[in-house]
């Protein structure tokens, strides 16, 4: 700042006034709303090609009519157990919310009404709870969804008297965070102002000098949120914490910028008392540390944007709030100071001469560090580093945590850890991909068995997948269950074989006494025979025998009928049997008897040939009776004949006797292989042996399709797998089994048909192993960028090497310090978790961004004070003068994070405690006592590398 630009400056006070106050006009009507950008902002900012966000992605698509982006649970309880009133409520809001899909933001409502068979999966086993679940078409922060998720909120109220109703869920707890954080936010921002007006008013004990920081920070603050909501348009992301960090850096370093200013501009007042000149000096003094103070915070800032987490990345906004103060510190404050001039400070008079006054306490102290650095170097390190070893970097991903216990989204998701499990509420979602159909026997039992490995893990509570869409294996799909009916319907035709083989029994009776008919026929067909000459001396009585013959030859034709009937009965019945159970083929006793049943057909076909022989010669003698005298001869034949005939029916008898008696003997054989096939699946279900076997036509029943429309898609390449957890989503123990489930279901596929498919797990617990990884990572990568950034401000400004060097490393030391004191208390002394997994990251930025302002305004006086060989003296100088602005920088710096404290918010409460207890301890111990011990220790050496570079 040039004495020709101050000159500027006085003559257009005025215009800078109006141009910034125009600017702010502008900025409020034509910019957009910040706090609105925020509030539909994701505030996890998972990486776009993470495994948690490739799952959902890809799960998306598998039933892209059903699957929800957002849900929220209805949580409706009674304490002594709910009434045939509350279900009857509960039902009808089922309906009412169920015609709602498709409208304002609703897609689904699933409950123990719509889906009867997953009662059980929504009513608690104490039948004090139930739940509804109601999907919504947007994300948790989405516009329409948070609109949704109020509109439930109405619809809820007017339960029956003594029952309780909640929501929780994604979405509510979201949307309770974002409120907490808005209300934190209004809080904070009523007390910043109220801590640094109290302040500024005991520092300048005046009650207009505090006007003119509160003037340029409100203005600046109003201008940044403005182009920070512009920005995000271009990319920029911002969260809930941009807000939060704007208003505490603005008024902080904002405010520490202004003091220095307006303390020297008192100073060079009390020299003429010419407020023009007065504010050129100031200018040429501290106007290149202010900007260079700034310059360190921007760079921070600036440099977070290269970070890979949005989260962290969301900070870059300050950046920006940084630049705007920065420009209005160096034209609105001297123009303000222009205008009130010493009035600036009524009612306190500036006589010639006075200054601000120097500093006794930091007198003393520059006077002790002058002449026992290392003792205070070496005291310092012994009592401060046993606290960087309460640090041991404990961290909570718990988001109910940073919600207040009281909201009904945190009492929601308790009443469901208490009557179901926490795992209900956040469980894990897998997608897997596959470059073949997975809507196949063989890919289904693979699933199976993953999904019983994955079932077996100690973190587990359930497993849901296209074969397991209940949580537990498909009764019918289950090889005990297949045996049971196999058993019943080997029983049944055991029972049909055995009348089978009772009904051979019977024919083999019968055939048996139709072979003694035939025998006797035989026996007196040869008497005949040999008595041919008698039956001259008996036509009569032959006549009479042959038509007695002739009746027996028409039984034995109707007999002969019979047994045919009889075998063409059983040849159907074998076949119908081997028809039914083709495997029966394979035994022994029915191959023998499928070869009798042929014999005892071809020997029934020769009994009908000599059947019919023996009609037609009685056809022949009856007729011919009255010429039985002349053919006695043809008689003899004729009987002869009928011998042969009747002998060899007697044959096919015999072996159709003997292929029944096979029959029986091989049906008998079959009830017997039947019984043992039978005893042994008794003995395999006694045994309780797993298995599971799906045939292919099971995948045509209706309970199965759509199971696997729910959890596979239409091509069969990307199937899904429901995991609930029996440990709460946010615990360790949770992050554990996340990766033991991933490590299951790998190895389950590996050695399968699947073996090449992928696994991507995403849900809350997944979502967490990946934010601890990841915002570790980066805070390692970006802290060093930060460091790096602040080095090279440093360097450039205080022309030295050693000096950067020791101000970041005291920077770090302080750091770790001040981590072991919050951990100590939150985690030690309160019992939390571990510190919110967010807070030591912006703990470090904050320290390190704005605790080396303290370092720049201690340097750049010990810089101007500084005459070759006044080491000690120019520092002595430094100290006394800037010590009482340090000391005021760092308690109005620390009053606004101390805001943080009272947001509500966990995290910015850790925040703000870390950012006080750091910021103090650096600007008493280190400033005071460890710097100063430092720069004596080195003396002419700090300077040692420029100096030499300029010979």
Same mark, same amino acid.
């Given at each position: 700042?040039?004495?020709?630009?101050?000159?500027?400056?006085?003559?257009?006070?005025?215009?800078?006034?109006?141009?910034?106050?125009?600017?702010?006009?502008?900025?409020?009507?034509?910019?957009?709303?910040?706090?609105?950008?925020?509030?539909?902002?994701?505030?996890?900012?998972?990486?776009?090609?993470?495994?948690?966000?490739?799952?959902?992605?890809?799960?998306?698509?598998?039933?892209? +009519?059903?699957?929800?982006?957002?849900?929220?649970?209805?949580?409706?309880?009674?304490?002594?157990?709910?009434?045939?009133? @509350?279900?009857?409520?509960?039902?009808?809001?089922?309906?009412?919310?169920?015609?709602?899909?498709?409208?304002?933001?609703?897609?689904?409502?699933?409950?123990?009404?719509?889906?009867?068979?997953?009662?059980?999966?929504?009513?608690?086993?104490?039948?004090?709870?139930?739940?509804?679940? =109601?999907?919504?078409?947007?994300?948790?922060?989405?516009?329409?969804?948070?609109?949704? =998720?109020?509109?439930?909120?109405?619809?809820?109220?007017?339960?029956?008297?003594?029952?309780?109703?909640?929501?929780?869920?994604?979405?509510?707890?979201?949307?309770?965070?974002?409120?907490?954080?808005?209300?934190?936010?209004?809080?904070?921002?009523?007390?910043?102002?109220?801590?640094?007006?109290?302040?500024?008013?005991?520092?300048?004990?005046?009650?207009?000098?505090?006007?003119?920081?509160?003037?340029?920070?409100?203005?600046?603050?109003?201008?940044?949120?403005?182009?920070?909501?512009?920005?995000?348009?271009?990319?920029?992301?911002?969260?809930?914490?941009?807000?939060?960090?704007?208003?505490?850096?603005?008024?902080?370093?904002?405010?520490?910028?202004?003091?220095?200013?307006?303390?020297?501009?008192? +100073?060079?007042?009390?020299?003429?008392?010419?407020?023009?000149?007065?504010?050129?000096?100031?200018?040429?003094?501290?106007?290149?540390?202010?900007?260079?103070?700034?310059?360190?915070?921007?760079?921070?800032?600036? !440099?977070?944007?290269?970070?890979?987490?949005?989260?962290?990345?969301?900070?870059?906004?300050?950046?920006?709030?940084?630049?705007?103060? !920065?420009?209005?510190?160096?034209?609105?404050?001297?123009?303000?100071?222009?205008?009130?001039?010493?009035?600036?400070?009524?009612?306190?008079?500036?006589?010639?001469?006075?200054?601000?006054?120097?500093?006794?306490?930091?007198?003393?102290?520059?006077?002790?560090?002058?002449?026992?650095?290392?003792?205070?170097?070496? =005291?310092?390190?012994?009592?401060?580093?046993?606290?960087?070893?309460?640090?041991?970097?404990?961290?909570?991903?718990?988001?109910?945590?940073?919600?207040?216990?009281?909201?009904?989204?945190?009492?929601?998701?308790?009443?469901?850890?208490?009557?179901?499990?926490?795992?209900?509420?956040?469980?894990?979602?897998?997608?897997?991909?596959?470059?073949?159909?997975?809507? @196949?026997?063989?890919?289904?039992?693979?699933?199976?068995?993953?999904?019983?490995?994955?079932?077996?893990?100690?973190?587990?509570?359930?497993?849901?997948?296209?074969?397991?869409?209940?949580?537990?294996?498909?009764?019918?799909?289950?090889?005990?269950?297949?045996?049971?009916?196999?058993?019943?319907?080997?029983?049944?035709?055991?029972?049909?074989?055995?009348?089978?083989?009772?009904?051979?029994?019977?024919?083999?009776?019968?055939?048996?006494?139709?072979?003694?008919?035939?025998?006797?026929?035989?026996?007196?067909?040869?008497?005949?025979?040999?008595?041919?000459?008698?039956?001259?001396?008996?036509?009569?009585?032959?006549?009479?025998?042959?038509?007695?013959?002739?009746?027996?030859?028409?039984?034995?034709?109707?007999?002969?009928?019979?047994?045919?009937?009889?075998?063409?009965?059983?040849?159907?019945?074998?076949?119908?049997?081997?028809?039914?159970?083709?495997?029966?083929?394979?035994?022994?006793?029915?191959?023998?008897?499928?070869?009798?049943?042929?014999?005892?057909? @071809?020997? !029934?076909?020769?009994?009908?040939?000599?059947?019919?022989?023996?009609?037609?010669?009685?056809?022949?003698?009856?007729?011919?009776?009255?010429?039985?005298?002349?053919?006695?001869?043809?008689?003899?034949?004729?009987?002869?004949?009928?011998?042969?005939?009747?002998?060899?029916?007697?044959?096919?008898?015999?072996?159709?006797?003997?292929?029944?008696?096979?029959?029986?003997?091989?049906?008998?054989?079959?009830?017997?292989?039947?019984?043992?096939?039978?005893?042994?699946?008794?003995?395999?279900?006694?045994?309780?042996?797993?298995?599971?076997?799906?045939?292919?036509?099971?995948?045509?029943?209706?309970?199965?399709?759509?199971?696997?429309?729910?959890?596979?898609?239409?091509?069969?390449?990307?199937?899904?797998?429901?995991?609930?957890?029996?440990?709460?989503?946010?615990?360790?123990?949770?992050?554990?089994?996340?990766?033991?489930?991933?490590?299951?279901?790998?190895?389950?596929?590996?050695?399968?048909?699947?073996?090449?498919?992928?696994?991507?797990?995403?849900?809350?617990?997944?979502?967490?192993?990946?934010?601890?990884?990841?915002?570790?990572?980066?805070?390692?990568?970006?802290?060093?960028?930060?460091?790096?950034?602040?080095?090279?401000?440093?360097?450039?400004?205080?022309?030295?090497?050693?000096?950067?060097?020791?101000?970041?490393?005291?920077?770090?030391?302080?750091?770790?310090?001040?981590?072991?004191?919050? +951990?100590?208390?939150?985690?030690?002394?309160?019992?939390? +978790?571990?510190?919110?997994?967010?807070?030591?990251?912006?703990?470090?930025?904050?320290? =390190?961004?704005?605790?080396?302002?303290?370092?720049?305004?201690?340097?750049?006086?010990?810089?101007?004070?500084?005459?070759?060989?006044?080491?000690?003296?120019?520092?002595?100088?430094?100290?006394?003068?800037?010590?009482?602005?340090?000391?005021?920088?760092?308690?109005?710096?620390?009053?606004?994070?101390?805001?943080?404290?009272?947001?509500?918010?966990?995290?910015?409460?850790?925040?703000?405690?870390?950012?006080?207890?750091?910021?103090?301890?650096?600007?008493?111990?280190?400033?005071?006592?460890?710097?100063?011990?430092?720069?004596?220790?080195?003396?002419?050496?700090?300077?040692?590398?420029?100096?030499?570079?300029?010979?």
């Amino acid at each position: 700042m040039t004495e020709r630009f101050i000159r500027g400056l006085a003559r257009a006070k005025w215009a800078i006034l109006l141009g910034w106050l125009a600017i702010t006009a502008a900025s409020m009507l034509l910019l957009p709303d910040l706090a609105a950008i925020v509030r539909q902002t994701e505030q996890k900012f998972v990486p776009a090609d993470s495994e948690s966000v490739v799952a959902k992605n890809l799960l998306e698509r598998i039933n892209p +009519e059903t699957t929800t982006k957002s849900s929220a649970i209805l949580v409706y309880s009674r304490a002594g157990g709910m009434t045939d009133r @509350d279900r009857a409520w509960l039902k009808a809001k089922a309906a009412e919310l169920a015609a709602l899909s498709g409208k304002d933001g609703f897609k689904s409502v699933q409950s123990a009404y719509e889906t009867p068979e997953l009662a059980s999966k929504f009513r608690s086993k104490d039948g004090t709870t139930e739940m509804l679940i =109601v999907g919504f078409t947007g994300t948790d922060n989405d516009a329409i969804t948070q609109d949704a =998720v109020d509109s439930l909120n109405e619809r809820i109220k007017g339960a029956p008297g003594g029952s309780k109703v909640e929501l929780t869920g994604s979405a509510p707890i979201g949307k309770d965070f974002q409120e907490s954080s808005s209300e934190g936010l209004q809080k904070t921002e009523l007390l910043t102002v109220g801590l640094v007006l109290v302040i500024l008013l005991i520092v300048f004990r005046s009650p207009v000098a505090p006007f003119i920081p509160l003037v340029t920070i409100g203005l600046s603050l109003v201008i940044t949120r403005g182009l920070v909501a512009a920005a995000t348009h271009f990319g920029m992301p911002v969260s809930s914490f941009t807000e939060s960090f704007l208003i505490a850096v603005m008024f902080g370093a904002g405010t520490d910028y202004c003091i220095l200013l307006i303390q020297r501009f008192r +100073e060079e007042m009390s020299h003429d008392g010419d407020k023009v000149e007065a504010l050129a000096r100031t200018a040429r003094s501290v106007g290149k540390t202010v900007a260079f103070s700034a310059s360190t915070v921007f760079v921070a800032f600036f !440099l977070i944007g290269f970070a890979q987490f949005g989260l962290y990345q969301s900070a870059v906004g300050v950046a920006i709030g940084v630049a705007v103060t !920065l420009v209005a510190a160096l034209t609105l404050t001297p123009a303000l100071l222009l205008i009130f001039g010493k009035a600036t400070f009524w009612p306190t008079r500036i006589a010639g001469g006075q200054g601000h006054g120097e500093s006794r306490l930091w007198s003393a102290m520059a006077s002790l560090a002058a002449r026992r650095p290392v003792a205070i170097i070496v =005291v310092t390190a012994i009592l401060l580093a046993p606290l960087t070893l309460l640090y041991h970097n404990k961290r909570s991903f718990d988001d109910l945590a940073e919600i207040s216990p009281s909201h009904g989204s945190v009492q929601g998701f308790r009443q469901v850890e208490r009557s179901f499990g926490s795992g209900e509420v956040f469980p894990l979602s897998i997608a897997i991909t596959s470059s073949a159909s997975m809507r @196949d026997p063989a890919a289904l039992a693979v699933m199976e068995t993953a999904s019983a490995n994955v079932a077996k893990l100690s973190g587990v509570k359930e497993v849901r997948s296209a074969v397991r869409p209940l949580g537990a294996q498909l009764p019918d799909l289950t090889v005990s269950d297949q045996l049971t009916k196999t058993s019943e319907a080997l029983q049944q035709l055991k029972d049909g074989v055995d009348k089978v083989a009772g009904g051979l029994q019977d024919a083999e009776t019968s055939i048996s006494g139709g072979q003694g008919d035939v025998d006797k026929l035989t026996s007196g067909l040869r008497t005949m025979a040999s008595k041919a000459k008698e039956a001259q001396r008996g036509l009569d009585q032959i006549h009479g025998g042959l038509q007695q013959a002739s009746k027996g030859a028409d039984r034995l034709a109707g007999g002969l009928k019979q047994s045919a009937s009889v075998s063409d009965s059983m040849s159907a019945d074998i076949k119908a049997l081997l028809k039914a159970h083709p495997e029966l083929l394979r035994e022994a006793a029915m191959q023998q008897l499928v070869g009798k049943q042929k014999g005892l057909s @071809d020997g !029934l076909k020769q009994l009908q040939g000599g059947a019919d022989q023996l009609t037609s010669s009685f056809t022949q003698l009856n007729p011919g009776v009255a010429g039985v005298a002349s053919g006695l001869g043809q008689l003899a034949t004729g009987q002869t004949d009928a011998a042969d005939g009747t002998a060899k029916l007697g044959s096919g008898l015999t072996e159709l006797t003997n292929g029944l008696d096979s029959g029986a003997k091989g049906l008998r054989d079959v009830s017997s292989g039947l019984t043992q096939v039978k005893e042994a699946e008794q003995s395999i279900g006694d045994s309780q042996i797993p298995g599971w076997n799906l045939p292919a036509s099971a995948l045509d029943s209706p309970e199965l399709k759509q199971a696997l429309d729910y959890y596979i898609s239409k091509d069969g390449k990307t199937a899904k797998i429901d995991v609930v957890l029996a440990v709460n989503p946010y615990s360790e123990e949770a992050l554990r089994t996340v990766d033991q489930v991933r490590e299951a279901l790998r190895h389950s596929l590996g050695g399968s048909s699947l073996k090449d498919a992928k696994v991507y797990v995403s849900g809350t617990s997944a979502q967490i192993t990946e934010l601890k990884a990841i915002s570790k990572n980066d805070f390692l990568r970006t802290g060093g960028f930060v460091l790096i950034g602040i080095f090279i401000v440093l360097m450039i400004m205080l022309r030295s090497i050693l000096a950067p060097l020791y101000l970041l490393l005291s920077l770090v030391f302080n750091f770790l310090v001040t981590m072991g004191i919050v +951990e100590f208390i939150f985690v030690r002394l309160l019992g939390k +978790e571990g510190l919110s997994w967010s807070a030591s990251f912006f703990i470090f930025l904050i320290i =390190v961004a704005l605790g080396v302002d303290y370092s720049i305004f201690l340097m750049a006086r010990f810089k101007e004070e500084y005459k070759p060989g006044g080491v000690r003296l120019a520092m002595a100088k430094a100290m006394s003068t800037t010590g009482g602005v340090i000391v005021s920088a760092a308690i109005i710096m620390g009053g606004t994070f101390a805001a943080l404290m009272m947001s509500g918010v966990n995290t910015l409460l850790q925040i703000g405690a870390g950012i006080v207890i750091g910021l103090i301890l650096y600007a008493f111990v280190f400033m005071g006592l460890v710097v100063p011990a430092l720069a004596n220790l080195f003396g002419e050496a700090n300077w040692y590398f420029f100096r030499r570079s300029k010979k």
